[in-house]
């Protein structure tokens, strides 16, 4: 049977307000052996303070959302890389007396319903489209602060932090032409004028720039940021782009994807294709050959995110812009200079 606040406050001798003020740490108006014998008897019975009266009386669920997009009512899409994110985003909430509340949208009309239905102080909204976090309003949210990972819009209700792609991306770029590799394919997802994928590609470019080089705009893959299309791509990669000495994939789980299916094909990575991904995930360091990846710093793009909506939900005050992580080149085996 659960033990009640009443229970501890009867074998103890005091009132119930009492033992919530030495639970809850408002200790000014009790004796200090008041508040030992409390918390023995706290201890004891092992006593759990009940969430639901604490939220009730903070007026506070202390419950945060991590919104993520759902391939379809049975799946989310989860990769490699928002795995990571959430896992240090419920680190760095518990750390903060929060808990962590994870939903799949299979529709951006469902955001809504999310945030409205559970009582939250706060939601992380991670992977969706600009276009999709434009159209929210302060009427489709209601008094839920928001802040979005890995954005580009600019709805200032959703103002959040992001990996400095463009920087990051032109890193990429600018390695592999210094290795002298010219013919460079581009792999990523399909994009639009704004977002991550664009800012990469834009960055790409402007490391051919730099270098007085002009790119050939038939290097280019679009491709679902997955393992298994990486691993299709491989697999005629080198059929259908001959010329090609290096690709730049846009996350390493697509990279990852790609130097197995060159591998599937009878060539080799670095040797007959050089590869680099975007990241820098654990598992980058435990393929063969390892990758070399452009490394964002998840654990500060998480910490800055919680901490940024904390602040806002604590504070009463949105963030006025977003915040960018730097990035740098992690050099592994999978690049090297072109065969000559």
């Not at 014998?37 to 202390?62: F, H, M, N, W």
């Not at 013919?183 to 997802?189: E, S, T």
């Not at 130097?259 to 975007?278: K, N, Q, Y």
């Amino acid at each position: 049977m659960r033990v009640t606040l009443r229970d501890i406050a009867d074998e103890a001798g005091v009132s119930m307000m009492t033992v919530s003020n030495v639970v809850n740490g408002n200790k000014a108006r009790v004796s200090p052996e008041t508040i030992e014998r409390v918390r023995r008897i706290v201890a004891e019975r092992g006593y759990v303070p009940s969430a639901s009266a604490r939220s009730l009386a903070a007026k506070s669920s202390r419950l945060i959302g991590l919104l993520v997009p759902a391939a379809d009512e049975d799946s989310m899409m989860i990769s490699p890389h928002n795995v990571a994110i959430a896992g240090q985003i419920e680190r760095e909430l518990r750390k903060r007396g929060y808990h962590l509340l994870l939903r799949g949208i299979a529709h951006p009309d469902e955001v809504t319903e999310a945030l409205q239905s559970w009582s939250l102080d706060g939601a992380v909204l991670l992977g969706f489209l600009d276009e999709e976090l434009d159209r929210l309003t302060k009427a489709t949210i209601g008094a839920v602060r928001v802040l979005a990972v890995d954005s580009y819009s600019k709805n200032r209700i959703t103002t959040g932090v992001r990996a400095d792609d463009f920087a990051g991306a032109r890193l990429a770029a600018e390695h592999l032409i210094g290795l002298g590799h010219r013919r460079i394919l581009f792999a990523g997802p399909a994009f639009s004028d704004v977002g991550v994928v664009h800012q990469r590609f834009e960055g790409f470019l402007q490391a051919f720039t730099d270098a007085g080089l002009t790119w050939a705009d038939d290097l280019i893959e679009t491709v679902n940021t997955t393992h298994a299309e990486g691993l299709e791509v491989g697999r005629r990669l080198l059929a259908a782009h001959p010329a090609a000495t290096a690709v730049f994939a846009t996350a390493d789980i697509l990279a990852i994807g790609i130097m197995e299916g060159v591998a599937d094909s009878g060539a080799t990575v670095p040797d007959d294709l050089s590869v680099i991904g975007f990241d820098n995930l654990d598992l980058c360091a435990y393929v063969t050959p390892k990758l070399t990846t452009i490394a964002q710093d998840i654990g500060e793009k998480a910490a800055t995110a919680v901490r940024m909506l904390i602040s806002s939900i604590e504070g009463g005050k949105q963030p006025r812009k977003p915040v960018t992580i730097g990035v740098d080149l992690v050099e592994r085996a999978s690049t090297t200079r072109p065969r000559t």
